[in-house]
Nanobody, 124 residues
Framework: QVQLVESGGGLVQAGGSLRLSCAASERTFWSYAMAWFRQAPGKEREFVASISSSGSGTNYADSVKGRFTISRDNAENTLYLQMNSLKPGDTAVYYC?????????????????WGQGTQVTVSS
């Protein structure tokens, strides 16, 4: 079973940047598609970005395209999300997740393993 631990969240002003990290316990991390989802208060969990097991393929929600970059280091079993030009609407708990399925999945139900989440708050 994959254990995932997110870090790097915090409070930032609009226009600022944050880099989230997700450390995975599994030695076969390299075989999983990975993704970031987020959930704001009172809203459903939504897809943010995903990456293929090799890192060669990435996919983004329209709302973050051009501002966020997902990447991974398979040697370090770590997933990243670089977030630039942050907006108050990006405020949410951000979750790291892993799947044996395609990284092209937007549906949270296709992802089997989840971290505990890290809070990102963007002030105006």
């Amino acid at each position: 079973q994959v254990q995932l631990v997110e870090s790097g969240g915090g409070l930032v002003q609009a226009g600022g940047s944050l880099r989230l990290s997700c450390a995975a316990s599994e030695r076969t991390f390299w075989s999983y598609a990975m993704a970031w989802f987020r959930q704001a208060p009172g809203k459903e969990r939504e897809f943010v970005a995903s990456i293929s097991s090799s890192g060669s393929g990435t996919n983004y929600a329209d709302s973050v395209k051009g501002r966020f970059t997902i990447s991974r280091d398979n040697a370090e079993n770590t997933l990243y999300l670089q977030m630039n030009s942050l907006k108050p609407g990006d405020t949410a708990v951000y979750y790291c997740t892993a799947s044996r399925n395609s990284y092209l999945n937007y549906n949270a139900q296709q992802y089997s393993y989840w971290g505990q989440g890290t809070q990102v708050t963007v002030s105006s």
